[in-house]
Nanobody, 124 residues
């Protein structure tokens, strides 16, 4: 079965950077779009970014555009989220998700598999 494991969340000061990783196993990674979502306390899970199967297409939520960058390495079955200029409102549990096909969008129901999440806390 598919397994997704996020890593490298943590505590950072506002203005700082973090790079999240997502390791995938269980099916042919390069055939599927991958996404990042996040959930802050008391809020619904929200879309952050998506990358197509080849890495050619990326799409970001307006709230992170210009600050976050999604990438993938199909040879290593890895996906990444580089987060720069972090703000306290970026504090959340971040989840990686594997899409249903080669391209996915911003809706959670377009993704079949989810990781367990990694906490990101940005202090002011």
């Amino acid at each position: 079965q598919v397994q997704l494991v996020e890593s490298w969340g943590g505590l950072v000061q506002a203005g700082g950077s973090l790079r999240l990783s997502c390791a995938a196993s269980g099916r042919t990674f390069k055939d599927y779009a991958m996404g990042w979502f996040r959930q802050a306390p008391g809020k619904e899970r929200e879309f952050v970014a998506v990358i197509s199967w080849s890495g050619t297409f990326t799409y970001y939520a307006d709230s992170v555009k210009g600050r976050f960058s999604i990438s993938r390495d199909n040879a290593k079955n890895m996906m990444y989220l580089q987060m720069n200029s972090l703000k306290p409102e970026d504090t959340a549990v971040y989840y990686c998700a594997e899409g249903r096909g080669r391209i996915s969008g911003s809706r959670a129901d377009e993704y079949d598999y989810w990781g367990q999440g990694t906490q990101v806390t940005v202090s002011s």
